[in-house]
């Protein structure tokens, strides 16, 4: 058990590029979480997937995120033409079928100049 | 979900007890208490959680007032790398991913 991964750990892009995160969970873990952080706040909740299916997502996932995972395993989330308001670190977490509890990655910071 | 209220921020000597206090006043009967905390540029880290009763794990305990609107987080002997923001969060347990976390309490352990 290596613990949930994601990468990049830092993102510097320039407004209107896009950019896509990966997150690999927990081996076996079927529940994957996707939360965004800004400076001083705590986590909010993104969206959430149970194997390969995209089961809830936030009103705060504008039509320019797109998340994924297609093989039930890791996840991508993608921001089209980012802004400015989406400089944040954005957080992975996952959970497995018998446990009540998450386990979140360290995140990945984005800064959109 | 029920919402939660934190102090915004606490002091503690190391060694010492560390008390943190949540309101949850419009908690249901089906949604747990749920502590996380968070080391600066580190993700969250869960610590414990309850229902009703009173709970204690390696990393601190859990005391749930009888009317369960409100908790406080114990971690007994503080030290400095307990120094970081502690989040409570109520929710039902399936549901326990899928929390939006408050501004939390901000610990700090002072030598």
């Known amino acids: 058990d290596t613990g949930v991964s994601q990468n990049p750990r830092h993102k510097i892009t320039k407004r209107g590029q896009n950019v896509t995160f990966r997150c690999d969970p927990i081996?076996?873990?079927?529940?994957l979480y996707w939360y965004r952080q800004t400076l001083g706040q705590g986590p909010e909740f993104l969206t959430y997937?149970?194997?390969?299916?995209?089961?809830?997502k936030s009103r705060l996932l504008s039509d320019r995120f797109s998340a994924e995972r297609p093989k039930g395993s890791f996840s991508t989330l993608e921001i089209q033409r980012t802004e400015q308001g989406d400089s944040a670190m954005y957080l992975c977490?996952?959970?497995?079928?018998?446990?009540?509890?998450?386990?979140f990655g360290p995140g990945t910071r984005l800064l959109v100049l | 979900d029920a919402k939660t209220t934190q102090p915004p921020s606490m002091d503690c000597a190391e060694g010492r007890a560390a008390n943190l206090p949540c309101n949850h006043s419009?908690?249901?009967?089906?949604?747990?208490v749920y502590w996380y905390r968070q080391i600066h540029s580190q993700g969250p880290q869960y610590i414990i959680h309850?229902?009703?009763n009173n709970e204690t794990n390696e990393m601190a305990s859990l005391i749930i007032t009888e009317d369960r609107k409100s908790s406080t987080l114990i971690l007994p002997h503080a030290t400095l790398r307990d120094t970081a923001v502690y989040y409570c969060?109520?929710?039902?347990?399936?549901?326990?991913?899928?929390?939006?976390f408050g501004d939390g309490t901000t610990l700090t352990v002072k030598p």
């Open positions: 419009t908690i249901s009967g089906n949604e747990y």
């Open positions: 977490a996952s959970r497995g079928d018998s446990r009540e509890t998450q386990y």
């Open positions: 997937f149970q194997n390969e299916a995209q089961l809830e």
């Open positions: 081996s076996e873990h079927n529940r």
């Open positions: 969060i109520v929710r039902v347990a399936v549901d326990a991913g899928k929390s939006t």
């Open positions: 309850g229902l009703k």
